[in-house]
């Protein structure tokens, strides 16, 4: 599409990936990062494809609630049940029917790999953009989550038939 544009966020955040064995079996943190673009085949009236702090502040505030110095584990890791009685902060991946509403959008996810945490927010992203103003068309067309210096995922929404 002609018209995209571009915001980003960062959050320190803990995760596990126990499936993966070697060093990821450990709890580590990282300072993450994510930058979603928006895009939309025709500026809108205000000649925007949307205005850039209301999708800002929507991302933020889901991403400041959620996942910031929060651990995201896996459904099935057995560190959920210590971290919550120690009044840890935990997002779950792949919960079947989760109580808590955030983490259906980590439905399907079963472990927080770094393309797991890059769909997580392009569904988020899309949630927060169907709540605001924006072009016509205009779609979530890229997740970029950074996880390290090096180690980057990319999430590219199927574009809606
Ligand atoms: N495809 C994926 N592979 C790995 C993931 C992932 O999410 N998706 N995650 C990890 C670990 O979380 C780890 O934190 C990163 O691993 P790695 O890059 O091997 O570790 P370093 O940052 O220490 O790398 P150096 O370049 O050696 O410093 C692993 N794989």
Redesign the pocket.
Known sequence: MPHKITVEHSFETG???PH?G???VSL?G?SWSAAVTVSAPELSPEVTVVEFGALKVGLRRWIDEHLDHATMLGARDRLIEPLLAEGSRVFCFGVERPADVAEQFAYGLPW?????VAVLLGRVAESVLAGLPCAVGARVERVLVR??R??T?VYEPPVPR
């Open positions: 995760h596990r990936l993966l070697g060093k990821c580590h990282h927080p790999t770094v393309e797991a996880e390290t090096l180690n995922a």
